[in-house]
């Protein structure tokens, strides 16, 4: 099982960035998560495969991030406008078959598989 995220990079703070997430198997749920330096890992967000209206988001991204998927392409997305220096981490794209409830979300452990993350750096 391989998950390759990518488009990660050094942005200004109020600038955008897209990242993208190719899956080799077809996973039910779909994800993103972020590790500060110094910090644990932390949920950002998900969606479904089979009901692309289903996405989750944390609460420090919610209404600037968001996340999508095309099941054609294996590929999920995660879209981040208006971004801040508390967003600087390395991003990890997730992925977990069978589905996985809402409760269970946020809790890295309960993840099938990983990307190898990819660094995001936002400057005042």
């Known amino acids: 099982v391989q998950l390759q995220a990518s488009g990660g990079g050094l942005v200004q703070a109020g600038d955008s960035l897209r990242l993208s997430c190719t899956f080799s198997?077809?996973?039910?749920?779909m994800g993103w998560f972020r590790q500060a330096p110094g910090k644990e890992r932390e949920f950002v967000t998900a969606?479904?495969?089979?009901?692309?209206?289903?996405?989750y988001y944390s609460d420090s991204v919610k209404g600037r991030f968001t996340i999508s998927r095309d099941n054609a392409k294996n590929t999920v997305y995660l879209q981040m406008n208006s971004l801040r220096p508390e967003d600087t981490a390395v991003y990890y794209c997730?992925?977990?078959?069978?589905?996985?409830?809402?409760?269970?979300?946020?809790?890295?452990?309960?993840?099938?598989?990983w990307g190898q993350g990819t660094l995001v750096t936002v400057s005042s």
């Open positions: 198997v077809r996973p039910d749920t």
């Open positions: 969606i479904r495969r089979w009901t692309g209206s289903n996405t």
């Open positions: 997730a992925a977990h078959s069978p589905v996985l409830i809402q409760s269970a979300l946020t809790n890295p452990e309960h993840w099938h598989y």
